[in-house]
Nanobody
Framework: QVQLVESGGGLVQPGGSLRLSCVTS????????MGWYRQAPGKERERVAV???????NYADSVKGRFTISRDFAKNTVYLQMNSLKPEDTAVYYC???????????????WGQGTQVTVSS
């Protein structure tokens, strides 16, 4: 079993900051990439930021320069530092990890339960 547990969401005023965390645990052989996705009401889930091995990162255009993704390999944890938050950043944020659970296994995607981020005055 693989578990991803997010934390750090909440209510923040426009221009404020939040830091999301996601801890991965369970039967893990290797983690190839970790990332954050979000889904606003009535919209499809979209990729926010991804970080692969060797700290290769990729960001959605809408968050470039405001959000920073980072990873603690030893703790199997990924973070999302969100600055200069806007009302349009309001969504449920989901953690994702691409994981092999044993040597030679095809990597699969695993998801957290989601954490609500609300940006409002």
């Amino acid at each position: 079993q693989v578990q991803l547990v997010e934390s750090g969401g909440g209510l923040v005023q426009p221009g404020g900051s939040l830091r999301l965390s996601c801890v991965t645990s369970g039967s893990i052989y290797s983690i190839y990439a970790m990332g954050w996705y979000r889904q606003a009401p009535g919209k499809e889930r979209e990729r926010v930021a991804v970080i692969a091995n060797r700290d290769n990162t990729n960001y959605a255009d809408s968050v470039k320069g405001r959000f920073t993704i980072s990873r603690d390999f030893a703790k199997n944890t990924v973070y999302l530092q969100m600055n200069s938050l806007k009302p349009e950043d309001t969504a449920v944020y989901y953690c994702n990890a691409r994981i092999s659970i044993f040597f030679g296994a095809v990597p699969s995607d695993y998801w957290g339960q989601g954490t609500q981020v609300t940006v409002s005055s």
